[in-house]
Nanobody
């Protein structure tokens, strides 16, 4: 059984930085794509970034240049380094995983089979 666990959410001031972590266990696929999503109250869940073991990496336009995704295969973990945070970045952040996600659907929540419970990021102005 695949389990996905996020951590690292916190309350920060605008302009600050935060690093989120995502650990996946019970994963038996030979390849993997892991995505970060976020959902603010009253809004749809949106894709933030995706990183696959085949090297594909994508970012939402709203976070390009501010967020960086990385992985540690030895720890089955993925990280989202967030800097220059803005109040509009505040949301519940979710980590998702799947064996393979097509490029055209990297930001589609339905493309991922396994999800964590989320970690909350609050950004005050």
């Amino acid at each position: 059984q695949v389990q996905v666990v996020e951590s690292g959410g916190d309350s920060v001031q605008a302009g600050g930085s935060l690093r989120l972590s995502c650990e996946v266990s019970g994963y038996t696929y030979s390849s993997a794509c892991m995505g970060w999503f976020r959902q603010a109250p009253g809004k749809e869940r949106e894709g933030v970034a995706m990183l696959c073991t085949d090297g594909r990496t994508y970012y939402a336009d709203s976070v390009k240049g501010r967020f960086t995704v990385s992985q540690d295969n030895a720890k089955n973990s993925m990280y989202l380094q967030m800097s220059s945070l803005k109040p509009e970045d505040a949301a519940m952040y979710y980590c998702a995983a799947d064996g393979w996600v097509p490029t055209s659907r990297w930001a589609d929540p339905r493309a991922y089979a396994h999800w964590g419970q989320g970690t909350r990021v609050t950004v005050s102005s």
